[in-house]
């Protein structure tokens, strides 16, 4: 088969106003950037005030192997399946991070026939809203850091007479906001800035920082949950950067740099449309994280998709109990919408996975073993997808299990799954579907559209597992206990501490965003499966005021990840044409 | 007087597409970013290929003031001038640099009447060029980190086996490539990079580091003098960032990261098409520093509007031993064309203050006594101007003095300045024009238009100070002694020993790039005027083989500026329309 990005290259595509007007969207709300992508206006939504919303499927998946189960293959190929069978759809994905692209996992816009197109200008820059986030992000870093050596140079009188604004007197050991860069660097992790030579201290004051992922910043976070600019202007001045000495929060309005942060941020506030291989107008913005945030792409590009199609396809990262319960407790909340419908994407080689029996490196070629037929290490790992299917049915959501089949999958697994799914009973409407999107494209995903208008006849009956007004104790029970499984949450003492701190700080309305492995539904990725009888231990928590949530670190989450030995950017390069090659 | 935001959101702007149609660019080498903006493709220049070349304005300044003397301002209110008078013509500026829009200096889109315009799109993000920079930069430096950490954690020989890659053998005390930010930045500029926890080293490789703001990446410097896609290739993979242990260059190449830089470039490598506040045609393209780079806009973009337009109108930075120096010196042997006029832009306030009688800090209100009369100040700073004119007639370009007109000027003064320009007798045809285009636009530059067509009719005689052939000591004395008029040059140990070491490794055909500071023609920012022996102290020598010179460090040139107290990010926000205020 071709690469992805030979595939797209070979397909015809529509310019990107043709695919707006025919999605309904004005010229007035379009700004075309170049013929095959164009920022939508949010103003849109007032436009459309009056329209009935459609249906909003979420994808999940299984508890996946580090390679994932293909669930943006399955996003798009469920889009161009629906449209296949007449429905009006759109897709709304995440804006892929280009650290992953030029690390391990390569691009983020499907692949084979289910792909967003032109993936290379998906998979880099696109429109330039993850380099809006990363500008404003440092900016607020950058103002933090000046301000804290002008009233250390000048002392706090002398600042404030000087410059007529209050010394914010921050606490040197009591900084909360890191810089970000969008890029794998593992050294950049754990760094000390302001050094100085010779006793000088021209260069600011000497800390210790570090550099997070720009998915990872609070500011993508908030670019994905802001119902509209002034939302979004204001979330922003919410941001706690620090503390000062009497341990009280200093935000970013304290640091007059909130206005420039929503300035620099002010067209990423604009979904930006492109299309798939087969012309289904698809919305690509902001890409939090799944763990430190939630996972998910825009709540605005949500609602401009259900106001104009019947079906709006999106995802959720990792399995279940990452990326869709962030979904449906964080971002379904803050959008007073949860989804219709939740296709769980399995795989033949991931539920092995999960049996245990076979172990995944990222990188590392998959072992040939894990597609030869294994009847019982299936069985097993069938254990996790009814977990998953489990736990979508406790937000009251119907459940579509689409199998993503590889080409060395056999006929006999692919239909052993079908049936340990149709014979196990579920407390919700449960249908499975084999996918092809990847090589057949929206044909080789009409079986699957079929069963998730099917399940959608159903009135939706979503409910969260929390509401915002709960004690944050009892938040985190809720996904713990209630949405994992778990027996019990521990806290550490740190997190006890924090914990009474953020209620004496007047932060107990906010939701929980778990951060935890996304290989294992515990906190442990070694534990596969479907485990029971657990702890969830809770290191530490962590605010951000803005985007309206507390994460809670639940073991080691990577929030900047590294490179390997062979990265994927040694594959890239220009051919004589100017083309763009190796990219996948 | 209105702001510069408030004047250029009051100005009715022509769609791009229709600008760009009228400058002679079709539809088919057009990517309009919205409807006003547009990347150009450089492509153009094939369909161009057999049409004459027209006349090349070069822009530059006295020593300047730290407020800088309106070159910005003089060179778009120049273009606008000879679109009055019926003349074709092109301005082309370099992209503003964010961290100066938000620390001291404010936006970089000229002012008043004279604008490129919308300047918030200019001043911010633009189509993302500085972004891919950027992000191509750092690319390059989490590359080489991860190579040092993963051969260092395998061993140079498992490392080789493991990978099929060479062990590249970096001396981790010896490298040159640091990070970058497009921010005022001051605490990153001295870091330490790979901290672990207790004892392990798990995030790399403990060393010192450092970012620099992106305009002073080498990146920005090739994306300005690269001729084409495949020579930026052909250079990004020229650079040197490391030495190995045995003081052998490891090159960007080595590291097998040229490609994705490249790739990560492709479309900064296209100028992007906006218009002045009268409808002027401006091609906006790269921004590097004018001083450890050449400080000029794009050879593409010039080679555009030469052979779109009669006259094309650019700018150096700083005053015409730094800028102008460099595009004679380095962008014209690299693009093969000098320019046929220069533009030198005096202000009374500026020439007065190269008295030596006035003192200014950057960020603080002008004293009010400079806008008083005192003509002994005036014809004492005069001296400086002399310097100027007599630099241009160097490299045999006739000159026009611009004088930037203040409101507070006196006649009696500009009266006092223009007698003393035609008082004096020069080498090369001169003459002198009041420009009002701050107050008045292209209406306030037509004395301006006349007097630069005029000068254009005298047959260029253009010539460099130096041919890249000589040796380097030649072609540095020949930029302090022909060029600056210094007695000699003076070599620090550590630059004598830098300059056996280039020769001996084959870098002798490089250009010379003087690195020092822009307030004085000497490299002490607190000699004013025309200053005689003197010498030029090289302290260190830094090889840039991608952009294809040799930097001089002459005194301490800062790479990474630094916020003051109160920056002007303080005055950005968003009103509750969503437009963007307190942009000046």
């Known amino acids: 088969m071709k690469s992805d990005i030979e595939i797209c290259r070979e397909t015809r595509l529509t310019p990107i106003d043709r695919i707006a007007l025919d999605a309904g969207i004005e010229a007035q709300d379009l700004t075309p950037q170049g013929s095959l992508k164009a920022k939508v206006k949010p103003a849109i939504l007032k436009r459309l005030i009056n329209k009935p919303e459609g249906k909003l499927i979420l994808v999940t998946a299984i508890t996946p192997t580090p390679l994932g189960e293909g669930k943006t293959v399955t996003t798009i190929g469920l889009a161009q399946g629906l449209a296949k069978i007449k429905r009006s759809v759109f897709a709304c994905i995440r804006q892929p991070s280009m650290g992953p692209v030029f690390g391990i996992k390569g691009g983020a816009a499907g692949g084979g026939y289910s792909q967003v197109a032109p993936m290379e200008k998906l998979n880099l820059h696109l429109t330039g809203d993850i380099h809006a986030v990363t500008a404003a992000h440092n900016l607020a870093a950058a103002a933090l850091d000046a301000r804290l050596y002008h009233e250390s140079r000048l002392g706090y009188d002398a600042f404030a007479a000087h410059t007529d604004l209050p010394a914010l007197r921050i606490d040197i050991n009591n900084i909360s906001w890191k810089r970000v860069m969008d890029h794998n ?147 379904a909340q803050q959008a007073q919408r949860g989804p219709d419908c939740a296709v769980v994407v399995a795989t033949l080689r991931g539920l092995k996975a999960n049996s245990g029996l076979y172990d995944f490196q990222p990188g590392q070629p998959l072992p040939d073993s894990i597609f030869e037929p294994d009847s019982a290490a299936l069985s097993a790992g069938f254990e996790n997808l009814r977990w998953h299917i489990n736990n979508a049915a406790k937000y009251g959501v119907p459940v579509v299990v689409a199998i993503n089949r590889f080409p060395q999958d056999t006929k006999q697994e692919l239909e052993q799954l079908k049936q340990l799914i149709l014979d196990t009973t579920f407390d919700i409407h449960v249908d499975v579907a084999l996918s092809d999107a990847f090589s057949k494209g929206g044909d080789g995903a009409i079986e699957l559209a079929h069963a998730v208008v099917n399940a959608c006849k159903t009135p939706a009956n979503f409910k969260p597992l929390y509401t915002l007004d709960q004690t944050i104790e009892e938040k985190l029970m809720a996904v713990a206990e209630i949405g994992y499984g778990a027996k019990n949450i521990e806290l550490s003492p740190l997190a006890t501490q924090q914990l009474a701190q953020l209620k004496a700080q007047g932060f107990n309305n906010l939701a929980i965003c778990m951060a935890k492995t996304p290989l294992s539904i515990t906190t442990d990725p070694h534990i596969k499966g479907a485990p029971t009888n657990f702890t969830v231990p809770v290191r530490e928590l962590k605010l951000c005021a803005g985007a309206g949530f507390i994460y809670a670190l639940c073991g080691n989450v990577m929030t900047m990840p590294g490179l390997p030995e062979k990265p994927a950017f040694m594959n890239l390069d220009l051919d004589e044409n100017g083309n763009i090659i190796g990219l996948s």
Do not use: W
Not at 206 to 229: P, Q, Y
Not at 279 to 292: C, E, Q, Y
């Open 185 to 331: 660097d593992r050294a950049l992790r754990m760094i000390t800035v302001g050094q100085n030579e010779s006793g000088k201290t021209i260069n600011g004051l000497e800390r210790h920082d570090g550099f997070d992922i720009s998915a990872a910043s609070e500011l993508m976070a908030i670019l994905a949950l802001a119902t509209d600019l002034a939302d979004m202007r204001q979330r922003i001045g919410k941001i706690v950067v620090a503390y000062n000495l009497d341990g009280d929060p200093v935000t970013t309005e304290d640091l007059n740099v909130a206005g420039a942060m929503a300035v620099t941020m002010c067209e990423a506030i604009e979904p930006t449309l492109m299309q798939t291989l087969e012309g289904v107008p698809t919305l690509i913005h902001a890409g939090p994280f799944a763990n430190i945030a939630h996972g998910n792409s825009s709540i605005i590009a949500d609602k401009i998709a259900l106001k104009l199609s019947d079906f709006t396809v999106t995802e959720g990262g990792f399995g279940s109990d990452m990326g869709f319960e962030k979904a449906c407790n964080i971002k």
